[in-house]
């Protein structure tokens, strides 16, 4: 196999992933990336010296990374303070009693036992072996598979394949699926909106999501020194890879030779560096838009429908009347008007589900003080008015009274919105996930890791295997890969 010289386009955890790949395969690699500095949507809001983690918060499927710094023969407990969570999350309804699900089978079986019934905890510990079962059939078929198909799936599995991918409900929803596993519509609600980690509808989502549940009983941690500092320790290994990376630096165009295979990128409308392969680690949506030229317009299937995007509210506040965790979920008291809202009537729902990241917090300590609260509430990939994202931003203290958490701001909160994450990925509307995974076929949607045009390779949430923090690392990593195999 020869050594190519790679560019990466895109700084997120897909193009570190990729790049950090592809070094410890021994090819050149030049890691490109629009904005002032890498992470892409692991990002952080500043005030004064407290950083609040403003983007993706939960950390997940730790050993896709333990793969990832093993390929330049690093353990990332070296480089990231991780700490394993016991409390995966605290739910909150305005009609119902809080409830804690924790990573352990028995001790989540007793708190629904306590705070539901004894039947529903029979329930759950069905449900979380049914999930297993169905982590286990698509873990290393599907997830870490560069583009697999129905039929790949199937024949992968051998003479049972059919039947496994049965039980994996593709043709029957998350929420369809759910209501046959729980009596009680609270813990329906709170399955279903794994869903959304996707940036989808549970009430179009396929139930096959449900894989989500058990990927974080295996493990949620908490990363002491942010999410971003992931970022950072990627980064300082590029460096010792000898990664050479540019920041503030756009790239315009992609060029192919007359053969039809990728040859070399402009950068700035000016510069243009050869490139015997391009990842390209952005939205798909950038491609189709024209962005880098007619041949890569033409490289990835265009797509009109869109996930869902964010309005998100970052502060340092005091709290009082509740014991938060450090992750919470304040649910709506109508799931299926606040997704008929968001997806058929592309608007900010008028009661939405809040998450709430209080980011000082383990799995339930008390707070002196102000603390870093990071707080999101799903919005359209929709353009939205300035009026109604202020709007939105200041009810976010209203709606989490009603359920008996007060706050105090000590600053003044900085927010995001579909716009601003319009502006800073190009083409995508905001969106925040790629394509929404609904329906049967959702999930086979997205693109691989190959494009339609020769040595042009494709890896983040608009690709395959989709949208999360570790889907995106695997997308860079089975990236790396395909570049490796046609090398």
């Known amino acids: 196999m020869s050594t190519k010289a790679v560019t990466v386009i895109g700084g997120g955890m897909a193009g570190m992933s990729a790049a950090l790949a592809l070094s410890s395969q021994g090819h050149a690699v030049t890691l490109i990336e629009q904005h002032e500095r890498l992470g892409g949507k692991l990002r952080q ?30 353990r990332i407990e070296d480089h990231v303070n991780l700490k394993q969570a016991n409390i995966l999350a ?94 009680s519509p609270h813990i329906r609600q709170l399955f279903a909106r794994y869903a959304t980690y996707c940036g989808s509808s549970p009430f179009q989502a396929p139930a096959t999501l449900m894989l989500i549940a058990h990927a974080e009983r295996q493990g949620v941690w908490y990363l002491e020194d942010g999410m971003y500092s992931l970022v950072q320790a990627i980064q300082r290994l590029m460096e010792k890879q000898n990664v050479h990376i540019l920041l503030n630096t756009k790239v315009t165009n992609i060029a192919s030779n007359a053969n039809g295979s990728v040859k070399s990128v402009t950068i700035n409308n000016a510069q243009t560096r050869l490139a015997d392969a391009v990842v390209f680690a952005g939205d798909t949506a950038d491609l189709t838009a024209g962005s880098f030229g007619k041949r890569p317009q033409q490289a990835v299937p265009s797509r009109t429908d869109a996930s869902l995007s964010a309005i998100t509210r970052s502060e340092l506040a005091t709290t009082e009347g509740l014991q938060l965790s450090h992750h919470n979920v304040f649910f709506s008291d109508n799931y299926p008007l606040e997704f008929e809202e968001l997806f058929e009537q592309q608007r900010v729902p008028s009661h939405p589900t809040l998450y709430v990241c209080a980011q000082d917090r383990g799995d339930a300590k008390d707070i002196d003080g102000p603390e870093r609260l990071f707080t999101l509430a799903n919005a359209p990939a929709t353009p939205l ?34 716009n601003t994450f319009a502006q800073l990925f190009p083409s995508t509307q905001g969106a925040l996930y790629g394509r929404p995974t609904h329906g049967m076929m959702g999930s086979f949607q997205r693109p691989g890791s190959r494009s339609r045009l020769k040595g042009l390779y494709l890896a983040g949430a608009s690709v395959h295997p989709g949208a999360g923090i570790p889907m995106v690392c695997l997308s860079g990593m089975l990236a790396a890969d395909a570049v490796q195999q046609d090398s």
């Open 45 to 74: 809001a500043t005030f004064g010296d407290q950083r609040i983690d403003c983007g993706p918060t939960v950390f997940t499927l730790k050993p896709v990374f333990d793969r990832l710094f093993g390929l330049v023969n690093e």
């Open 90 to 183: 605290r739910h909150f309804w305005l009609d119902h009693a809080p409830f804690d699900l924790y990573s352990n089978v028995d001790k989540t079986c007793e708190q629904v036992d306590a705070v539901f019934n004894a039947q529903e905890a029979d329930n759950y510990r069905k449900f979380a072996s049914q999930t297993q079962a169905v982590f286990d059939t698509l873990d290393h078929t599907f997830m870490q598979t560069q583009k697999p198909t129905p039929l790949s799936l199937t024949f992968s599995h051998g003479l049972t394949g059919v039947l496994k991918l049965w039980q994996t409900q593709p043709f029957k929803t998350l929420w369809a699926s759910l209501a046959k596993d729980f009596n």
């Open 385 to 418: 008015s300035d009026e109604v994202i202020q709007q939105t931003v200041s009810s976010i203290p209203t709606w989490l009274k009603q359920y008996g958490l007060a706050l105090e701001s000590n600053v003044v909160p900085k927010s995001d919105s579909p």
